[in-house]
């Protein structure tokens, strides 16, 4: 049965006035024939299209032809449509009618019943789906906050939202590692009785002494003093290193405890950062289809707030301007002549050598403060108001503050000046901030090791006799675990402070001011990714500290609960939607791996801490050990004999090196494995151009054909 | 306005509607209450329709640029029932797989409905975005030629649903854009 005239080229012809008049599209030939596209709307590719369910007319007809015998072959035409689908899909993924669905279900049901219920396996199968279903649902349900992130999405776009999203993430880490904390370190230390009083002054070892609590009588302010920074009571309780007793019990869960928080944030990790992979991984050479995805997918339909959407609008003009600018960039780029190219990449180098400069004389400022606060507290001045003495107390955290404050709008200026596209910059600006909040807490870390080792020197005067500096640092892990405090503590205090006194005023005061100057001066965006770097520093500090202060997690929860809401009252009274939208699959691959980045940072100081340096006599569950990993084959030798074999065999060569080889094969065979798969991508992306080009040769022959042979 | 006759949903309903849509529970009941609340007094929510308008002016949809097109869509003779309602939050569901949604986008983009979208839609497409009588016309054609390069792989000047299709599934917004979450509850 051939083609009825209702699907021919005047009825489409009429109605496309846009059409632009090509050879192949028939439309010279009113009477005769098919055009181009009625020819290409039979294909099989478009049979979703053509049948839309049984009674609804194929997508595509004009809804005027209403005769009866155009009704009927119609109708026919859909049936046979309906014939080429196979349907082994669910019903609820047809793009068909309700009604249609039900009653495709239900024969699907009959068929079943009918041929008995398929083979078991596919039965175990169909079981197995429908339960991770419902744990999943079950999952999704536990989630809290779930209709606030939603909110936030539909108002500020999924940029902001996914900065929410990342803090509750990072809540949930924070409560695993305290409740494995309250398990494995607070209840092992009072199962043996109420630990000891600190050493106090008695005690005579070759090391020191070693007395933490302040004599007589404490005014309030020394109490707020001790609360700020982790000295006097504060200093020998459950909140640091020092106070646990040395049961070896205590001292082996304390060190699995490490271990197992670390690798417990590892697994959480990698499984949010591989949905983001896969979603990145997906846009395979993005460059090149960008303006498709952006004009397609450019409104977020989530958008339900009637306030933002003229901004809206704003913001997709000037991210396709930005677009089109950015091509225009890249065209002038590849036609620079040598003399330009030289021109700027000298630019290029000397901006880099300025960022270099800036970022090393804020370095050695922060490894200035941390050296000089031991010095400067004994000055008398100092000693006297306890203001000062809180302020140098807080020298080191102050500095990261102003260097973190001042430096990366030093950055976002310098950046245009460069002469990279728009996208690169920000890629650029971003990892120049990220670098300099991770390296000056790696900073501060290599000037506490300084103090610590004496600069790595066994042989020096101080670090002698106990391979620590016990002069000054009579408990060092007490040390550590109190610069991570203040941090942690600072970076609150900041977080409010800025809130507080900057972003609330700003709002209220600029609402008065008139005109242009009230607008512009009122308008504050959600920076996203200054505030996820923000955060992920302020996780790295809380994992470099966790071992040296075991109820920093609850802290840090604590923390991260008052700065959700606190964001969250920020975003809704203060803020309007940034300017640059953050892209979402940007967000949910690029933020777990600096995540990753800054646990593996952590762990560095963690392990070298563990194996090299010898721990306090004085303190901790490791007092009088060579080194904190001695308490493990210690305990492994009260094992029994085959346990410790097993255990033994594992840290031999035997086992590492067999285990090193079959990684490295495995590792060569997926790297082979995916260049193959590219070749081969490459290869069918090669056939389908040629198969398009066929398909259109092809179509043009069938319409040239109609059209001079009126029987088809 | 008015409310239809307040009838608790029967639980086989219940079951089968999610069974039939990539809807929650909870979802289900909400749009439920959204339906109940807006349609004709005294009638069954099943035999109740909105008006296209009535539906366009839900909350989720108020700011759309694209609203008529997806009430058009979605509705069988200008009219919605509650199962038309329900496809259309099944389609921008969260949970909805990419065939369905790719294949409602196409329909939703497809401005003269003659199967392919073409320069013609992508002008409308491109203007309602922006939604200013400004736009200069140069980065119209700019932006059109630009998309038609990129995606229109046989070269008809047209986005046939195959080269969309193709298009879209590698993008990795438009799972993330093509998604409502609240329908007026």
Known sequence: ?712 | MGQCLRYQMHWEDLEEYQALTFLTRNEILCIHDTFLKLCPPGKHYKEATLTMDQVSSLPALRVNPFRDRICRVFSHNGMFSFEDMLSMASVFSEQACPSLKIEYAFRIYDFNENGFIDEEDLQKIILRLLNSDDTSEDLLVDLMHHVLRESDLDNDNMLSFSEFEHAMAKSPDFMNSFRIHFWGC
């Open chain 1, 1 to 712: 049965m051939e083609e009825n005239p209702t699907l021919d080229s005047t009825a489409w012809g009429s109605s496309n006035g846009w059409l632009a008049p090509r050879e192949a599209r028939g439309a010279s030939f009113p009477s005769a024939g098919r055009s181009l596209s009625s020819v290409l709307n039979e294909l099989p590719s478009a049979a979703t299209l053509r049948y839309r369910g049984p009674g609804v007319l194929p997508w595509g007809t004009p809804e005027e032809e209403e005769e009866e015998d155009g009704g009927r072959s119609r109708q026919a035409f859909a049936e046979a449509t309906q014939m080429e689908l196979q349907d082994p899909h669910p019903s609820r993924e047809l793009p068909w009618p309700m009604q249609a669905r039900r009653a495709h279900r239900q024969s699907h049901a009959r068929d079943q019943l009918v041929h008995g219920s398929g083979p078991r396996m596919d039965q175990l199968a169909r079981l197995l789906w429908r339960s991770k279903e419902k744990t999943k649902e079950g999952l999704q349900r536990l989630q809290p906050w779930a209709w606030t992130l939603k909110r936030i999405g539909g108002q500020f776009g999924a940029g902001t939202e996914s900065y929410f999203s990342l803090l509750r993430f990072l809540l949930l880490l924070n409560v695993l590692a305290s409740v494995l904390m309250a398990c494995m370190t607070l209840l092992p230390t009072w199962l043996e009785g109420a630990p000891p009083g600190p050493p106090g002054l008695n005690t005579s070892s070759p090391c020191g002494f070693y007395d933490p609590h302040s004599q007589g009588l404490v005014t309030f302010d020394t109490q707020l003093f001790n609360l700020l920074s982790g000295e006097g009571y504060l200093e020998w309780s459950p909140l640091f290193y020092g106070f646990y007793p040395p049961c070896p019990h205590l001292a082996v869960t304390y060190l699995c405890w490490a271990f197992a928080v670390g690798l417990l944030c590892l697994l959480f990790i990698l499984h949010r950062s591989v949905s983001g992979l896969k979603q990145t991984l997906l846009a395979e050479s993005g460059a090149l289809t960008s303006y498709s995805h952006r004009v397609f997918s450019a409104w977020d339909f989530g958008l339900c707030g009637d306030v933002h959407v003229r901004l809206r609008q704003r913001i997709i003009l000037y991210e396709l301007q930005v677009e089109l600018e950015e091509t225009m960039v890249r065209r002038q780029a590849a036609v620079r002549t040598l003399g330009q190219q030289a021109r700027v990449w000298s630019v290029r180098v000397l901006l880099n050598l300025l960022v270099f400069a800036l970022l090393g004389a804020a370095f050695y400022g922060v490894y200035w403060a941390t050296e000089s606060t031991v010095e400067l507290q004994e000055t008398p001045l100092v000693q006297e108001t306890p203001l000062l003495k809180l302020g140098v107390n807080y020298l080191p955290s102050i500095f990261i503050a102003g260097v973190n404050f001042v430096l990366p709008p030093v950055f976002k200026l310098i950046a245009p000046l460069e002469g990279y596209t728009r996208s690169r910059q920000i890629v650029l600006i971003l990892l120049r901030t990220l670098f300099l909040r991770l390296a000056s807490l790696v900073v501060l870390l290599f000037s506490l090791w300084n103090q610590i080792t004496c600069g790595g020197d066994a042989e020096a005067e101080d670090c002698k006799t106990c391979g620590y500096n016990y002069k000054e640092l009579p408990c060092w892990e007490t040390l550590v675990g109190q610069e991570m405090y203040k941090l942690l503590l600072f970076d609150l205090l900041t977080g409010l402070a800025v809130a507080l006194l900057i972003q609330f005023p700003r709002k209220l005061l600029c609402g008065l001011c008139p005109g242009a100057l009230g607008r512009l001066a009122g308008t504050q965006e959600f920076q996203v990714p200054d505030e996820v770097l923000g955060l992920i520093y302020a996780q790295t500090v809380v994992w470099v500290g966790s071992f040296f202060c075991p109820l920093l997690p609850l802290l840090n929860t604590v923390k991260f609960l008052l700065l959700f809401y606190l964001k969250k009252l920020t975003l809704f009274f203060t803020c309007s939607p940034a300017a640059r939208t953050f892209r979402a699959s940007t967000a949910n691959f690029f933020f777990p791996l600096v995540l990753l980045l800054g646990l593996a940072i952590s762990s560095v100081p963690l392990l070298y801490s563990i194996f090299l340096i010898p721990p306090s006599k004085l303190c901790g569950p490791f007092r009088g050990q060579s080194s904190i990993w001695a308490q493990i084959p210690e305990s492994i030798s009260s094992l029994p004999e085959t346990a410790q074999n097993f255990l033994f065999f594992l840290g031999t060569q035997a086992f590492a090196v067999p285990l090193l080889l079959i990684s490295s094969i495995l590792m060569a065979y997926t790297v082979a494995l995916a260049n193959s798969y590219g070749r081969l991508i490459s290869q069918l992306k090669r056939q389908r151009e040629t198969e398009a080009q066929n398909k259109v040769f092809l179509a043009r022959r069938a319409v040239a054909l109609s059209s001079t042979n009126p029987a088809f």
